[in-house]
């Protein structure tokens, strides 16, 4: 006897959706020449569910392998990351989470745009707590690309976050899960309207 319901039961319990609520601010300005003010007005409008499939795409897999990897004192947690994913071939994937300590952190946003990632340097006299860690490992222009983004805080607790770049110093220790994920291919495409390689999901 299953104990647990099938996909098609699940889906039956599930109240149908052909609306969802959606926040939207219009600015509107007040006043004329230099006695200006600014200020939005907020509604809560309601759009149909395609409105928001239009926008989001899905790829299915299984997982084939789940890897655990630590990264030791002085290791640049970013290459040597990559390192050892080409050397054990661990792609396409999912880095699932990530925790440890960082003498100096190398992480930034990106610059819509110029099309570039501007890097922030973090460097603290005590160090830095690599709070949260997550990512996707896939293939960019027929290079390995670990797309993976951090959190890290100060001593104070103050949090800085972004995309990982190498230059980040481990400390202690890092440690962290890549889950291993097969019948699909992760492969960033480059497109011209956001100057950037998002991910798609080929079978």
């Given amino acids: 006897m299953c104990l647990f319901p099938t996909l098609g039961e699940v889906s039956s319990l599930v109240k149908e959706i052909k609306e969802l609520e959606q926040m939207e601010e219009e600015q509107k300005i007040l006043g004329k020449g230099k006695q200006v003010a600014h200020f939005y007005s907020s509604s809560v409008v309601k759009k149909k569910v395609d409105d928001y499939l239009a926008y989001i795409d899905f790829g299915h897999c299984k997982v084939d392998e789940i890897i655990p990897w630590r990264v030791d004192a002085g290791g640049d947690l970013y290459n040597c990351l990559k390192a050892g994913i080409y050397k054990e071939k661990i792609y396409p994937a999912l880095v699932s989470a990530m925790v440890g300590t960082v ?55 103050n949090a800085y976050g972004g995309h990982l770049f190498s230059g980040t110093i481990v400390k202690e220790y890092v440690e962290g899960f890549i889950v291993k994920v097969k019948g699909v291919k992760f492969e960033r495409i480059w497109k011209d309207k956001i100057k950037g390689y998002p991910l798609y999901f080929i079978k």
């Fill in 103 to 157: 003498t100096r952190a190398c992480i930034g946003y990106f610059a819509t745009d110029k099309g570039v990632f501007h890097i922030n340097k973090i460097i603290t006299p005590t160090g830095l707590e690599v709070v949260s860690g997550s990512g996707t490992i896939g293939i960019q222009e027929d290079s390995l690309m670990p797309h993976i983004h951090v959190v890290v805080a100060d001593h104070a607790g």
